[in-house]
């Protein structure tokens, strides 16, 4: 069996889909794609993704089984520069908990609360 990285998946989950899709479109400048739930249990809008590709794809995700809030586990969106997209966290109704910070040779980061109150990470090579 081939070597696989460790996270092939993540869901964020959110209380308020909508208000969540435009938070993540204003911060990371992207468009967020609607998700069919095989289930019929949740309501998903999916970060677009190339499964070939580096690094992991996931979606926002309005579920009864879970709900938003800062804990132990934090998602890194990679981004070119994350002083660019925290530039934009406030305005899109989120909070900085972190400015822009160096960890070392793995580049920078910047620590932030989305509009649900979930943690999560940018991190950027400069």
């Known amino acids: ?9 993540f869901d964020i989950y959110v209380d308020d889909l909508d208000r969540a899709v435009g938070f993540y479109e204003t911060v990371l400048g992207r468009k967020l794609e609607p ?3 095989p289930t019929g249990e949740t309501q998903m809008m999916a970060f677009s993704a190339d499964m070939s590709a580096y690094g992991a794809a996931g979606a926002l995700t ?3 089984h879970a709900g938003p809030g800062v804990g132990g586990t934090i998602v890194y969106f990679s981004v070119a520069d994350c002083a660019e997209q ?4 406030a ?3 989120g909070v900085v908990i972190r400015p822009k910070f160096s960890i070392g040779a793995f580049g920078w980061v910047t620590l932030c609360q ?13």
């Open 86 to 89: 925290e530039a934009r966290v």
């Open 35 to 37: 998700m069919g739930d």
């Open 114 to 126: 989305d509009s649900e109150g979930n943690m999560f990470g940018l991190n950027s090579l400069s």
């Open 62 to 64: 309005k579920s009864a």
């Open 1 to 9: 069996m081939s070597q696989m990285n460790a996270v092939g998946w």
């Open 91 to 93: 305005d899109a109704g």
